[in-house]
């Protein structure tokens, strides 16, 4: 398996996730599957087969995780010295010159990606096209409505 670029915040996340499904979620299952039992005849017992499901998610997504961190290059920001240039974990502010609207991204992994909070994968078409960019350089980025060009307004490392 290949590196995984991640924020340090990104790999904070995970690690709070793993903790909270090992310390809070496996025990409460653990009890909910010896209470099933205790109702008897396991074939017609829904609470036991839905706690042994809800297991099964629980320890997929602790290996997920595991997987994930042990391939992880976390990426600090931070304590990279700003050149100007848009990399993974940078926050780009950018002009959309079709709306006349600004609008601010930051860049990072897979798993950290929340449009709602301004979080973009690296892997987007938005990023792809920005990263290497530099403050007034633009951009076209393929979208399902057709080209978009943006300019770079900003690019900070917070």
Partial sequence: MNQIPMTARGAELLREELQRLK???????????????????????????????????????????????????????????????????????????????????RIVGDDEADIKSNLISVNSPIARAMIGKQVDDAAVVQTPNGEVVYEVVKVEYL
């Fill in 23 to 105: 310390s809070v979620e496996r025990p409460r299952i653990i009890q909910a599957i010896a209470e099933a039992r205790e109702h008897g005849d396991l074939k017609e017992n829904a609470e036991y087969h839905a706690a042994r499901e809800q297991q099964g998610f629980c320890e997929g997504r602790i290996q997920e995780i595991e997987a994930k961190l042990s391939h992880a290059q976390i990426i600090d920001v931070t304590q990279i010295p700003n050149h100007g240039k848009v990399i993974f974990g940078a926050t780009v502010t950018l002009y959309n010159t079709a709306t006349d609207k600004e609008v601010t991204y």
